[in-house]
């Protein structure tokens, strides 16, 4: 039944959430903001979730007990007679224990309908990239698995979308029958797009326009900004890593062949006191061949790490422009609202209610920016300590091979 394959490269392609967002996804398009803003009676819906005031501000809920969703066992299938392959993965919740099998097409429809529900509200970066050709290449299974993990893990610690209903089916159906039943009642959710801010209920009074919209502005400056230093980032580290695996690598070892000849040169000169110098400089030489090895197998120690964080918030970072136009087309539509008044196509009672609502929605941007903030320190922090501490390892590995090559060269 569900089993993850075919998926896993690069993160989203910036369109693709845009797209998504305008053809299957109304709660970006004005409409739906103004389905929310001007809706009479907002049904009551089940779910709610409250919002509340903590020592940074509005903040999401968080569950008492948390728990991580560990992807692993990558097993090739087939269907059609063996027409059609995928890889199926198994996906094990910590609480629970129990394990249940996804395809790469069971994630995607999860990555489609958590981004339909709270894409209006929360970033839900897109899933690894769809290959066609050498998809089931080890390599490429395990990037993907290892992308993979890391979606469900940023999921499982989100407090709004781990404990949402359809998040929760996708990890817990007993069989084949339960698994579709939760999926169908999932695609006809009508608590979706901008709607979902009517299962908010921030614990605090209403904010007045001018501050709902300076929260709003201050968060789109800070994603951009934040964005395009990933993104600088992102390219700094693919060209220091295509040097670690390629020139410099090659520069090393020439000057380690160039010592060794030099070795063989100077033991050919017959003089009886060469032997302790051309002994030395050939291990010299053969130091800087070991430091070549060294060097192109470091990236994937530690720039990996920082590249993969990076990458993980470039799509995070994509998702804001949408989130933030919902936000600004919500305001814009509250500054129009004393002409809408005047010309008796809205009541005042109802501007009231935009106004409400729209502050429901800056309560949730910003609970939704302390959650980002959070995760953002701990991750940048926990990578740049591995970062820096297998950079220092390496550095040391370095110089203790040049001390243990000085050592063959007696003061004189």
């Known amino acids: 039944m569900a089993s993850s394959s075919e998926s896993a490269k690069e993160p989203v392609k910036e369109g693709f959430t845009h797209l998504i967002s305008l053809i299957r996804f109304p709660g970006f398009a004005k409409p739906g903001v103004e389905q929310y803003l001007l809706s009479k009676q907002l049904a009551k819906p089940k779910e709610k979730i409250p919002i509340i005031i903590g020592d940074y501000g509005p903040m999401w809920v968080y569950p008492t007990s948390t728990f991580d969703c560990v992807v692993a066992d990558p097993k090739k299938g087939s269907k059609m007679y063996g027409l059609k392959s995928y890889i199926e993965y198994q996906l094990t919740c910590t609480n629970t224990n129990r394990a249940v099998n996804h395809r790469y097409k069971h994630f995607d429809w999860l990555y489609e309908r958590l981004l339909i529900k709270f894409g209006s509200a929360i970033p839900i970066p897109s899933l690894p990239d769809k290959q066609v050709t050498g998809r089931f290449e080890e390599e490429f299974i395990k990037m993907r698995m290892e992308r993979l993990q890391a979606w469900m893990t940023r999921m499982c610690r989100h407090p709004v979308v781990s404990e949402s209903e359809v998040f929760q089916q996708f990890l817990s159906f007993r069989d084949e029958k339960e698994w579709k039943t939760g999926k169908r009642k999932a695609e006809k959710d009508e608590v ?8 908010m209920e921030p614990e605090a009074p209403d904010l007045d326009l001018l501050e709902i919209e300076q929260k709003c502005d201050t968060v789109g400056k800070f994603t951009k900004a934040m964005d395009d230093g990933v993104k600088e980032l992102l390219t700094v580290g693919h060209e220091h890593w295509k040097r670690c695996t390629g020139p410099l690598p090659k520069e090393y070892q020439k000057i380690g062949k160039a010592l060794q000849g030099l070795a063989v040169v100077f033991h050919s000169s017959g003089y009886q006191g060469e032997s302790d110098l ?41 998702c804001f422009p949408d989130i933030i136009g919902a936000h600004k087309g919500a305001i814009e539509k509250v500054k129009e609202s004393d002409k ?12 009231q209610n935009m106004l409400k609502r729209v502050s429901t929605m800056s309560y949730a941007l910003q609970a939704e920016m302390n959650h980002f903030h959070s995760n953002r320190i701990y991750d940048y922090n926990s ?14 590995t370095i110089a203790q091979k040049l001390r243990q090559a000085l050592s063959r060269f007696p003061m004189m």
């Open 340 to 351: 809408l008044v005047a010309t008796s196509k809205i009541t005042p009672q109802d501007k």
């Open 192 to 199: 979706v797009g901008v709607m979902v801010f009517s299962t």
């Open 278 to 318: 051309h002994e030395a400089i050939t291990e010299a030489g053969k130091t800087y061949e070991e430091i070549a090895s060294l060097v192109a197998e470091q990236p994937k120690q530690d720039l990996h790490f920082l590249m993969e964080t990076n990458h993980e918030y470039k799509g995070f970072l994509g």
């Open 383 to 396: 990578v740049m300590r591995l970062y820096l501490e297998q950079q220092a390892q390496f550095y040391e």
